[in-house]
């Protein structure tokens, strides 16, 4: 079957040189999106190509958060063959994007209006000089927590909200022999919690100040220590096999009910639904308890390389498929994301997800939206990996918290 679509697309190629018109041909998609859930939501984006007629190449790399995909990438790169289409977050498009490695996208969004259906919060990572050179897909956020909802039940725990109930929901859990915390110890998780721990410590003005102003005084202040005590009591609840742990391994633990928690961005949602499992009856959806007014978000966008020359059909067809109104809310339910544009309702999205769409517009409209540090939208790689080190090593008991904080100082200062 192969051999003969194989043929077909040599016979249309012939064809369609001697008419001089364009072929379709596939298109790679660089991505890190290997869990079961992500794969699922991959899918969508998937068939839809494959309903035009344009085939798709997978190049997958494992790990998330994307460090290791964008490792590979400048491989490719650097040797000349940098894929059609690659997965990317927040400032290493606007990277790449200095560098004129990405296509010009500009034309294609003129005609299908994307200055006034995206979000201006994306579009900063999106445009490039005036110039639009990624496609949004969605908009994920890290500062939420998953439970499991007969767990919490059982032990009759409600919702916490506020760092005080958490204390005390996480001692019960450990008091009745539960992990009360599932987490996988690797620098982009551990990060990932630190988002939603360091927003709740010190509010949205201590968020800003210290990981995107990258304000000295806000990195070296006593709610700098604080928030990494609060790390030490995460540390000190999740189960001895945390270390290197995937995070879809995680959120396994709490969908088995072998955990209570996990702290984790909507990503983890999507595993919840691979397994078959339905908000507000087995799993708890809900913002890092004196973090609900505020949402720090992460926008996965697909950039274009310019392959020499204006972008290829197969790339505005892929770009063109991501932001469709119909693609957004079909990859979206899946993923455990919200679209990335305000002009498609939400009634099909399950709680989670409109929480999520309620919670990214009215932190949006207060002031209170801000970028991952974890996933690359409030500073730029040098200075998220600065923060990483200094978190790890932290969570890993390398330092006490008043070390910490003077570690991150310096790292920061030498990494911006
Ligand atoms: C994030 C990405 C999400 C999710 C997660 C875990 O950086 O934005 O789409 O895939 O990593 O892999």
Not at 91 to 108: H, S
Not at 243 to 260: F, H, K
Request: hydrophobic residues 50%.
């Amino acid at each position: 079957m192969k051999r003969i679509t194989n043929t077909l697309k040599a016979t249309v190629a012939v064809f369609a040189l001697g008419t001089g018109m364009a072929v379709a041909e596939d298109v790679e998609v660089l991505h890190w999106w290997t869990s079961g859930g992500e794969a699922a939501a991959l899918n969508v984006l998937k068939q839809d190509l494959e309903a035009q007629g344009i085939g798709w190449q997978d190049m997958p790399v494992a790990g998330g958060g994307g460090e290791q995909a964008m490792t590979v990438l400048r491989a490719r790169v650097t040797a000349g063959d940098a894929p059609t289409a690659v997965q990317a977050l927040g400032f290493d498009i606007l990277d790449w994007g200095a560098q004129g490695a990405l296509a010009n996208l500009n034309d294609l969004a003129a005609q299908e209006g994307w200055d006034e259906v995206v979000p201006e919060a994306l579009q900063a990572f999106a445009k490039y000089d005036g110039k639009w050179i990624s496609a949004p897909v969605n908009v994920h956020s890290t500062n939420w927590v998953w439970a499991n909802k007969a767990v919490l039940d059982a032990n009759g725990i409600a919702i916490p909200t506020n760092w005080d109930e958490f204390v005390s929901a996480v001692e019960t859990l450990a008091a009745a022999g539960v992990t009360p915390i599932a987490h996988g110890g690797q620098a982009w998780q551990d990060a990932t919690v630190f988002d939603a721990v360091a927003m709740g410590a010190g509010g949205p003005d201590f968020y800003k100040a210290a990981f995107i102003d990258l304000d000295e005084a806000a990195l070296g202040s006593d709610t700098m220590k604080e928030a990494f005590d609060r790390m030490a009591f995460i540390r000190a609840h999740v189960d001895e096999n945390f270390s290197g742990r995937d995070w879809n391994l995680a959120t396994a633990m709490v969908i088995n009910g072998e955990a209570g928690f996990q702290m984790m961005g909507d990503w983890a949602k999507g595993e919840f639904l691979n397994a078959g499992k339905v908000p507000g009856e087995d799993f708890l959806c809900f913002r890092f308890p004196g973090t609900q007014d505020q949402v720090t978000f992460n926008a996965d966008q697909f950039m274009m390389f310019d392959q020499g020359g204006s972008v290829s059909a197969e790339q505005a067809a892929l770009a063109s498929a991501i932001l469709s109104p119909s693609f957004q809310i079909a990859f979206n339910k899946v993923k455990g994301s919200v679209p990335a544009r305000t002009d498609v309702a939400g009634d099909e999205l399950d709680a989670c997800g409109q929480q999520g769409m309620a919670d990214l517009a009215s932190a949006a409209s207060s002031g209170n939206l801000f970028g991952s540090m974890a996933h690359g939208h409030a500073a730029p790689a040098s200075v998220k990996n600065a923060i990483y080190d200094v978190v790890t090593a932290h969570f890993n008991g390398e330092y006490d918290s008043e070390t910490a904080v003077a570690e991150l100082v310096d790292a920061v200062s030498i990494a911006k």
